[in-house]
């Protein structure tokens, strides 16, 4: 039953952040944990250790997802949090291991004052959030959820030209656990905001709404490398400057499109890549966001054309394919009522707020109440060595976790 | 003395044209023997043998020139030929090689028929032309000539991180003869024309005018790498976008400049290069070249003062900085109505043109006669697999190649 006076132990909680972020830690305070890396595996090692000390049920299934369940009073499904312990490559230390780790504080409290819940409890953690060396993002909790085929996903090659199977193999997660197999009774996942607007409102908690949108496009170029020199430039086929000529289309997308729409242009190469060669090929990727699930596909389709255009117009071969396509996610309404309340009823600000980013908890969405919780992200860094949340929120956010599991496990 | 009657061997010279390319082969038919690799060792110690076969005197000197020189009745300066055997990384098999083979080819047929020139003759391949490791191109006969200081030469540092020392050490090619101890009394090169003009007029030789001046910039950006969904596009400070704007323009200043402006950006990189991160680091290389040089200085006036401009608007950091710089060269007009005479003589058709690439021999051209050759090449393709002239075009200017080193050499 819910104390009223319980509450996480901050000062443990940000030692055991710190002590994850010396894993892969890079220059500036920031951490590069790619996923299935040596690091990963350090991550992962750390984690499941913790788990163990703590008492948890540790299993790994098929896509290498780890759960640790702490049995409730009755058999059932357990309430679930967790997130993801990946990061991208100049990454910072609290997006996904924020989420591990509170999970787990809130398990070392439950351990502490010797309280058993109705409802078990799981912390989850889930393989490639991120999606910075595999395509699709989120693979494991979409593995773990449904939506997306295990053998699809163990099959994808990845920027090193290595499989997910062979990665997991080497780093030793490619567990027996068949995925999804502890399924949840419900999924909420503590997250930094990573975007600026609970800081600018001075807000602490955020109850999400939802994430928006993401449409993720591979584009590759065919043109002809020829020399700088020579080659006069109406005898161009310049497949750079056509990979340029869409990059500044996506801009100019997020400009005139409506619903919150942002684009990005994140990878852009040229081959052969040499000062004095007209580049033969090019590729790009544009990660495309909207809240709104029409508005997403109309800036899907005006890129699409675009694409055809620029292909026709510089005479280059120019084809384009989906990498990761999510439609805009909402969350359960008695969830984000209870993060309210929770929130409030520890005296802490609280807002409504949708997600930019894409999260774990989306995979779970469809299939049992969802829910998230945000604390501000200082400046709205993140994907960044500088992602910064102050401790007093950490330690806001931790404990309404606390609650809202203790109220979902009864 | 010059024999009417005197032709080279195709049949020889197309088996060492074949021979070389099979050093550093690639897909296509083309090569890859970047300057100061593996492959290039290989193929300077084949032409090095080759020299010695033919029994010229072969000198290394401390930029790796190597310089095979065939005694005349007289002393004094040798009339030169040559060029280079480095490659951009996907090269084709004329480019550089045509000019050393040919100039070979000369002394083979010379030797069969037991003639003796007056003056020396010399057959030198240079140090890294293409640039496509080490900036500036031109390196070796820049240095040779007195233009570029050895040290400064020998200290830059590459695209692998290692100096040029470094990499001459390693290969072997790291002579003791001074740099331009081998001083020309003259300097004529054969090239593929690396362009359309002689295919599409029907021309087989190109009396080569001067060349066009060129001028290399490396643009770096410092923005924020920040996420791609949480940060408003208001909010950014977009490294990549930047890029892509400078890379725009580049196009947009060809267009508008006069004097047969080109504009390429052969190199662009984005950092960290993940999908889902804006970039918070971008470099770029633009290569400007003009015949003109007052409109080349105004070209590249015009590109500084936008890269100014975008990194106010977009709130970026930008920096410029020159790899490398030539204005445009005028070649000796002796030199000139030579090879145009000779073609001549020989039935060929000729034109003058000037040259939209670097060359060795605009080294040579402010301190002796000097003077350049070029034969078509199909398509106008070039620093491309598909690279290619027709035999009987590497016959003719082979053949017109031997008759103006014997008047040079008398």
Chains 1, 2 share one sequence.
């Not at 409802?119 to 993002?137: C, H, I, K, M, Y």
């Not at 040499?274 to 990727?285: C, E, F, K, M």
């Not at 996610?329 to 009823?345: G, K, N």
Request: contains cysteine; negative net charge.
């Amino acid at each position: 039953m819910p104390q009223p006076s319980l509450r996480i132990d901050i000062d443990r909680l940000m030692a055991r952040i710190d002590a994850l972020a010396g894993v892969g830690s890079i220059e500036g305070g920031g951490v590069c944990r790619l996923a299935l890396t040596e690091e990963d595996k350090t991550g992962r090692d750390l984690v499941v250790s913790l788990m163990r000390h703590l008492g948890l049920d540790v299993s790994i299934d098929r896509i290498g997802n780890v759960v640790g369940v702490r049995p409730g009073m009755e058999d059932g499904a357990p309430v679930m949090t967790g997130s993801h312990l990946d990061t991208v490559r100049t990454g910072g230390r609290y997006d996904g291991a924020l989420g591990v780790l509170a999970g787990l504080e809130v398990v070392a409290t439950l351990n502490d004052a010797g309280i058993d819940t109705r409802r078990s409890l799981a912390v989850a953690f889930f393989t490639n959030e991120e999606g910075a060396r595999f395509a699709p993002d989120m693979m494991g909790s979409m593995v773990h959820q449904g939506h997306l085929p295990l053998e699809q996903a163990l099959e994808t090659t990845g920027l090193d030209q290595t499989t997910v199977r062979e990665d997991l193999a080497k780093i030793g997660y490619l567990g027996h656990a068949p995925c999804g197999s502890v399924r949840a009774h419900s999924f909420v996942e503590l997250h930094v905001e990573q975007g600026p607007v609970l800081e600018r409102d001075d807000i602490t908690i955020g109850a999400v709404e939802g994430v928006q949108g993401i449409s993720w496009t591979e584009i590759s170029i065919i043109g002809e490398s020829n020399h700088a020199g020579t080659t006069p430039m109406s005898a161009r086929k310049d497949a750079g400057y056509a990979a340029v000529c869409i990059a500044r289309f996506a801009r100019r997308l997020a400009e005139q499109m409506e619903g919150n729409q942002v684009a990005t242009v994140g990878r852009l190469q040229l081959s052969p890549d040499v000062i004095n060669v007209i580049p033969g090929r090019a590729s790009l990727t544009i990660d495309l966001r909207n809240t709104d699930a029409g508005l997403l596909r109309r800036a899907e389709q005006r890129l699409h054309s675009y694409v055809r255009r620029i292909g026709k117009r510089e005479d280059v071969y120019v084809a384009h394919r989906s990498l990761a396509r999510y439609d805009p996610v909402v969350f359960a309404p008695s969830v984000i009522a209870m993060v309210e309340r929770q929130a409030t009823a520890l005296g802490l600000s609280v807002r409504r707020l949708p997600s930019g980013a894409g999260h774990d908890a989306q995979a779970f969405a469809p299939n049992c109440p969802t829910g998230m919780i945000f604390v501000p992200s200082v400046g709205g860094v993140s994907h960044n060595v500088k992602e910064h949340t102050a401790p007093r929120d950490i330690e806001a956010g931790a404990n309404v976790l606390l609650n809202v599991l203790l109220e979902l496990a009864g």
